[in-house]
Structure formats: structure tokens, C-alpha cells
């Protein structure tokens, strides 16, 4: 690998230029040949990595050459889990995700990391021409958001975020969005959506490095501090790690589902390419029932019981992974007038990924929907972190008015430079 000065240039440089603000490009992604195998690689190997290798295993056009991972046991799994299925030794593994990115045989790139290693992999993958499925949500801060929606859509690749409830679980979200869309509860007024609280500081004490981890590339451009198991179990867990709950890496219990309910709101909403106007925090400073305005006066709170529910002038609608209901069965009939949207239904969230690497059409959750919906659960948390009332201005991407220079200081972070010169 170059070091240096090239590796700081690339993390100091190309999200800051990529991220000064939206670049959406109309256009399909660029295909690759329907008679050649898309060649994997995929970066961590957590539970949710374990869970989407299966699917693509089975994938009869796919074939899984390469793993990056910073757990040697991890590593070692899962290329014998890979190697075992296809029959020969055919998957390497590689500790530094920049050498997978780099090797010319590999078209496309799952990335399974947790949430602070999501933009560089995924802008690198970009920039390299690869097509990239990165798990939700999509980046920790806007600015890493941005960044990754406009290098996709610069490179043209095939992408899609891990938001799975588009096009799974019954279609029971793909329903309700369409019946918001098409009117069938009257004119949106209310939106509530049950997630778990936001992200707080990491105060885990610091452990032992164990054998066969590599800490530094682990912590990456998070701020340096020591290793905790916590965080980072060692080898093979069937927990999904407390990472998700600290601000250094993640965006807490809010952005963890919220990356999928909030997406669902801004889907049922036909917001994908916007965002709220105003964020109000709750003035007791609990840590529930933060809301935003939308230009058109919808309201969105962070709260209530169900993961979406949305109130109309005519009625309302709750849905879930387990069950969707109406105030009138009737307003959730399928669509069959001519004149009503139907939302797209793939046969899955991998199958509609790789239908996109094969014929150049968008996706379902593409980079610029998934910093979108990013961006809600960013906002919610700097707007309990700051405690204000704040004006969002979704077309530039920064807060306007009273307390805006504060809010603005939370879009990005200083990044830990100490892991590029491995």
C-alpha cells in the first residue's frame, strides 16, 4: 500500500471535497455484462456481514473472492465458511480493507463494518469503480453522508444501503408507504416513529489488546483510545456489540432501528431527497420526543409505541415488522387504480442490488436515500446533544439562525489519523 501523504490526502481531502454539498445525478448505474460472475469482496465479518454471506452464497451469479477483517479468528471463518461452500480454495483474506478495494479482479463490496468505518471504505469502493451494499445507516456524521452520496453518484456504480424493510418483511412497509403516497388517510399530518434513545459518550475502561485483533485499524478514525471488548468482542459472538450505543462510533439506539423507521417516513413522505426544516428537542432534556417540521407542516416525533405510525386527516396507519394496520382495512388494499403509485417490490434487498449491477437500473436504497435518512437520525442526536431549538436547511445541508454556528460544528468530526500509516 502507498502511505503517508497520499492516505492523508484521501481522508483530509477527498471528504471535505465531496461533502461540501448535494451532487444528485439522474442517471442508471453502470452495468456489468449479464454473462459474467460479479465478483464479491466483503469488509467485516460481524453478525450482520454472517447473516447477508449466506444470501450471496447462494446467489448463482455471484461469486465471494475476498474478505477483509481485523479479528484473525473472524477472518479465518469466514474465508473457510466461504472456501468450504464453493469446494476450493478459492477466497483470500486480507487485514487492511484498502488492499481488497484495490485488487482489479473484484467488480462489487458488501461493507459490514460498524457505523464509523462505513464513508472511507465505501467512497474508496466508489472512486475504484466498485459497486457497494453498505449496511445502514449509511455514515456517522452528515458530512461522511454527503460525502458517500456524491461519490456514487460521480462514479456511477451500483448502490445500495442496508435498509431492508423497502423490500422485505411481507412488503408490509412497502404497503403502508404507498397507501400515505396515494392519499388513502387524507393529507399527512402526523408521523411518529418508536426507536431507541440517542448515542452517548464512550466511557467503557480501557482492556488488554488481545492476540489477533488489530485495535488500531478497529478504532480507525475514531478518536484513540484503548481497546474494550465491549466494543470490539473477540473473535466469533452472537451478540450484535454495544459499539452502537457510544457517539464515537455510532448514533445510539435511535439511528441503529431508526435507520430503518425513519427511512420508512421519509420514503411514505417522498422525501428521499430531502429533510426536515426545524428540529425541537424536548426542554425537560429527556431523551425521547425530540420532533422535526417538514416545509409542508408534517410533524415528526421521535416517540410513541409502534416503529411507524402516520396520522392523516382521514385516518391513520401503524406497521412493523410483525403486523400493519389501518383505522379502515380498506385503506390498505393493494394499489389497483391506474391512477395511483405503486412503489417497486423486489424479490429482495440482494436481489435488487444485483439486478442494478446487472442492468444498470437504480436501486431501491440508494446512497443519496441513505444519507437522507441518515441525516434524520444525525439531526435528532445533535439536536439532544445541543438542547435548542434549530432551523435545518436540507438543500445546503446546514443549520440557519439562532444556534446555527453550534449545530454546524456537529456535521463533522476530527478524524484519528493514526490508523493510515499501517
Not at 456489468?32 to 450471496?56: A, C, D, K, V
Not at 441525516?375 to 439562532?402: H, K
Request: glycine share 10%; aromatic share 6%; charged share 20%.
Amino acid at each position: 500500500m502507498n502511505t503517508g501523504t497520499n492516505r492523508r490526502k484521501f481522508l483530509g481531502g477527498t471528504i471535505l471535497a465531496l461533502s461540501t454539498g448535494p451532487l444528485i445525478i439522474s442517471r442508471g448505474a453502470r452495468a456489468t455484462p449479464s454473462n459474467e460472475r460479479i465478483t464479491l469482496g466483503i469488509i467485516g465479518y460481524g453478525i450482520r456481514s454472517r447473516n447477508l454471506l449466506g444470501q450471496f452464497l447462494q446467489a448463482e451469479d455471484v461469486q465471494v473472492v475476498a474478505v477483509s477483517e481485523i479479528d484473525s479468528v473472524r477472518l479465518e471463518s469466514a474465508l473457510n465458511r466461504i472456501n468450504g461452500h464453493y469446494g476450493v480454495d478459492s477466497a483470500t483474506g486480507h487485514a487492511d480493507f484498502r488492499d481488497l478495494i484495490a485488487r482489479k479482479d473484484i467488480d462489487a463490496i458488501m461493507i459490514g463494518t460498524p457505523d464509523h468505518w462505513h464513508a472511507i471504505p465505501a467512497i474508496m469502493a466508489c472512486e475504484a469503480g466498485k459497486h457497494v451494499y453498505c449496511e445502514k445507516p449509511l455514515s456517522l456524521t452528515i458530512a461522511e453522508g454527503r460525502a458517500i452520496a456524491n461519490a456514487a453518484s460521480v462514479s456511477g456504480v451500483s448502490f445500495q444501503t442496508g435498509s431492508q424493510q423497502r423490500t422485505e418483511y411481507g412488503r408490509r412497509f412497502t404497503r403502508a408507504a404507498e397507501a400515505v403516497r396515494n392519499g388513502r388517510i387524507g393529507k399527512l399530518q402526523r408521523v411518529t416513529v418508536g426507536v431507541g434513545d440517542p448515542a452517548i459518550p464512550c466511557d467503557l475502561p480501557a482492556e488488554k489488546i488481545p492476540d489477533g485483533i488489530d485495535w488500531t485499524m478497529w478504532n480507525g478514525p475514531s478518536p484513540d483510545r484503548g481497546f474494550s471488548s465491549v466494543l470490539c468482542p473477540v473473535g466469533l459472538h452472537a451478540h450484535y456489540p454495544q459499539w452502537r450505543k457510544y457517539r464515537e462510533y455510532a448514533n445510539g439506539g435511535l439511528a441503529d432501528m431508526g435507520a430503518h423507521h425513519f427511512d420508512i417516513a421519509q420514503w411514505a413522505m417522498d422525501m428521499d431527497h430531502s429533510g426536515p426544516v426545524h428540529v425541537l428537542p424536548p426542554r425537560d432534556g429527556s431523551r425521547r420526543g425530540l420532533q422535526f417540521t417538514y416545509a409542508d407542516g408534517i410533524v415528526m416525533e421521535h416517540g410513541g409505541m409502534i416503529d411507524d405510525r402516520f396520522e392523516g386527516t382521514d385516518g391513520w396507519i401503524e406497521v412493523s415488522r410483525a403486523h400493519l394496520r389501518a383505522s379502515d382495512p380498506a385503506i390498505l388494499d393493494e394499489v389497483t387504480s391506474s391512477g395511483e403509485l405503486e412503489l417497486p417490490r423486489a424479490e429482495s434487498h440482494i436481489s435488487n442490488w444485483l439486478d442494478s449491477i446487472r442492468h444498470g437500473t437504480p436501486t431501491i436504497a440508494d446512497a443519496e436515500t441513505g444519507h437522507r435518512t441518515a441525516t434524520i437520525c444525525q439531526l435528532a442526536n445533535i439536536g439532544y446533544q445541543i438542547g435548542r431549538p434549530l432551523q435545518w436547511d436540507p438543500v445546503s445541508e446546514r443549520f440557519r439562525g439562532t444556534d446555527s454556528s453550534l449545530g454546524n460544528t456537529h456535521l463533522a468530526r476530527d478524524s484519528n489519523t493514526a490508523w493510515q500509516d499501517r
